[in-house]
């Protein structure tokens, strides 16, 4: 049997990995983009051959980069707004806290709260 404090070691562990392979999934791809936008030829080949800058020019040279720029702040700053108003709203009308049924560190046997009405008996 394991102990308690190897099955919190144990716990920690895979919790610890698996935020780390998620950030990877999320981050790797846009650290190689970035790696591959910095070579001067057209294919990408590992190991890159020659680094250059010259695609850089070549995109803010482009009329439609510019306003594709514009509309996605916006959309981000909409989403943020939107998304700060609404999280700071509170709780809404039909969750369990804004009924007033709170859980407590020791629950009664004969009320428990649900997400999906605000109390109920067992």
């Known amino acids: 049997?394991?102990?308690?404090?190897?099955?919190?070691?144990?716990?920690?562990?895979?919790?610890?990995?698996?935020?780390?392979?998620?950030?990877?999934?999320?981050?790797?791809?846009?650290?190689?983009?970035?790696?591959?936008?910095?070579?001067?030829?057209?294919?990408?080949?590992?190991?890159?051959?020659?680094?250059?800058?010259?695609?850089?020019p070549a995109l803010f040279a482009k009329g439609d980069f510019i306003p594709a720029l514009k509309n996605s702040a916006l959309i981000a700053a909409i989403t943020t707004i939107f998304a700060t108003v609404l999280g700071a709203a509170g709780p809404s009308p039909g969750s369990a806290s804004a009924s007033g049924c709170r859980p407590s560190s020791a629950p009664s046997p004969s009320r428990r709260c649900s997400f999906r009405s605000s109390c109920s008996a067992w």
Do not use: C, H, N
Not at 19 to 24: M, R
């Open 1 to 56: 049997m394991m102990s308690d404090r190897t099955k919190s070691a144990l716990v920690d562990t895979l919790l610890v990995g698996s935020v780390a392979l998620l950030l990877a999934f999320f981050y790797v791809p846009i650290i190689t983009l970035v790696v591959f936008s910095f070579t001067g030829s057209r294919m990408l080949t590992l190991p890159i051959e020659t680094w250059s800058t010259e695609w850089y």
